[in-house]
């Protein structure tokens, strides 16, 4: 399993990055893992779609769970959906739009090998219907310079120059409106979890302001997870925890909260 967690170095500087604002409407989005035959048989599709288009015929026809805005489901697909929406609106390809946002944020590698430089292969899986929701190969490292951006943009003057997007784009998108249960409500992309008694490695302690997205794909798990300094201080602060691990279908969310618990301030 990789573990990494960054509680904010300030000699990283977000160069070059400049603000940015993009409007789409989506619906509020919750995982599951596949358990249904179908569903299976989906998560281990190995058909290339060649555009992000091409992948909506997957469902496009599809009978609606239920009327909008009155259940919450989530679906791989809306994220293919919301990169369609994107390609769009800009005008771009998504892989375009994915190659300029690593650049804003300083490139990132994508992935490590092992010491000896051995990469052991899961079952094949072709994953271009899903670009967007889980097609993209990273590591640890990668995900907290995004984390950071994003935790940075978040407290960050509304009028900083060096955000990556503005802050009334994350607040929208951290909003959350729609409870999945007791403690956690759904926000665009990302679940949020308010303040609790949350009983950790040696005590209880009050854990709230997280805002999480928690995946998996063939032969892997992973979280990212932002908790944001409460007190006053220089952006960014607070706790980001990234975790990738070689598990199919495991949680990691209650080891990422206990980690984010032992460095928070």
Request: charged letters at 25%.
């Amino acid at each position: 399993m990789e573990c990494l967690l960054i509680a904010w170095d300030r000699s990283f500087e977000h160069a070059g990055v400049s603000s940015a604002s993009t409007t789409v409407e989506e619906k509020e989005l919750e995982e599951v893992t596949p358990h249904s035959d179908a569903e299976e048989k989906e998560f281990l599709l190995n058909e290339p779609y060649a555009t992000v288009t091409d992948a909506l015929k997957m469902f496009q026809d599809d009978d609606l769970i239920a009327m909008p805005g009155t259940k919450f489901k989530y679906t791989t697909h809306g994220f293919t959906l919301v990169s369609a929406v994107l390609e769009k609106a800009s005008g771009k390809k998504f892989k375009t739009l994915v190659e300029d946002l690593t650049f804003q944020l300083g490139g990132f590698s994508y992935y490590k090998r092992n010491k000896k430089h051995v990469l052991e292969n899961c079952q094949e899986v072709d994953v271009s219907y899903k670009w967007a929701a889980g097609g993209l190969l990273s590591n640890v490292t990668d995900l907290l310079i995004f984390a950071n951006a994003i935790l940075y943009s978040y407290q960050a003057d509304p009028n900083a120059k060096n955000a990556f997007l503005k802050k009334e784009v994350i607040q929208q998108f951290w909003k959350g409106e729609i409870s999945v249960d007791k403690k956690t409500l759904a926000g665009l992309g990302w679940m949020r979890i308010d303040g609790f008694d949350y009983h950790g490695t040696d005590k209880s302690s009050s854990l709230g302001g997280l805002w999480y997205h928690t995946g998996g794909a063939v032969g892997a798990s992973s979280v990212l997870l932002i908790r944001p300094n409460s007190s006053e201080s220089s952006p960014p602060s607070g706790v980001c925890v990234a975790m990738l691990c070689n598990l199919q279908d495991t949680s990691l969310l209650s080891l990422a909260k206990e980690i984010e618990e032992m460095f928070r301030d």
